[in-house]
């Protein structure tokens, strides 16, 4: 059986996983190579990972994982630079001037973006920026620096990757309401000033039996405003013990994400949140939930995973 990545090839799509570079032996690695041709570290680009002491980097398991994609013919996905979580302890608890804090949100990026230059290929520059009601979150960077935060963030990641995609991240986004709305009104706003902006990530955290029934024409109204979509953070979780029929439905759920992308053209791929159950973010954020991605946590593949090769 072809691997995902060569039928996503054969569509001029992506395929991506989440991956944690400790990781990246055994069977673990096997399947990540064979299968993928996008990695994104699930947590190892993150502020809080890679400057944990305010001028102390550890870029150990980010280069780790970039190297890894570059000897299995792969792309990678940066995540993320400025989000309201996972970030140093110097950072959240500083006391900020907007003055200050622009410069060093400015240096973080230019240092991260320009570590990896030419070696990732879109970056996640700004993730979950709105609350649920399309409002902007308050986060740090929003009540100091005000709403354009966003627009500087993309402009200094262009600015030290020229080639780089740069991408606004969200959940809650791959249907049409009101958050989303708010992410496509600020999409067409940037592009109207000339900001760089070149796609837009849907997360795509779903529960079994929830893919939204807009979700395809949502992909579409962001692809027509010139802008790539990508499906980044795909998983599809039920609440446990599994069974043969929420396997069967998640199946579906999951070939009904694949199929709403590959019917857009703009839309760039898919990447799952982990590949493996037992490597899922799940069960310890959503207690008593679980089995949301394409293998089991012995590395069988599920229904799931030949929905989305069908898909393909
Ligand atoms: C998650 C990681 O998978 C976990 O290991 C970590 O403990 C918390 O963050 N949205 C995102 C991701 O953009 O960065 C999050 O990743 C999952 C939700």
Redesign the pocket.
Known sequence: DTPLRGLAEAKGKVMGT?VTGSKLTGTYGEIAAREFNWLTP??AM?WGSVEPSRGTYNWAEADRIVDFAETHGQQVRG??LL?H??NPGWLTNGSWTKDRLSTVVQDHIATEVGRYKGRVAAW?VV??PFDEDGTYRPTLFRTTLGQDYIAQALTWARAADPGAKLYI?D?NVEGVNAKSTALYDLVKSLKERGVPIDGVGL?A?LIVGQVPSTLRQNIQRFADLGVDVAIT?LDIRMQLPATQAKLTQQAADYRAVLNACVAVARCTGVTV??FTDSDS?IP??FPGQGAATPYDENYQPKPAYHAIAEAL
Do not use: R, V
């Open positions: 989440a699930g947590n993150k995540h993320t989000w979580q996972q996640d993730n979950e991240n959940y997360q955290h953070e949140w982990g973010w310890d954020t």
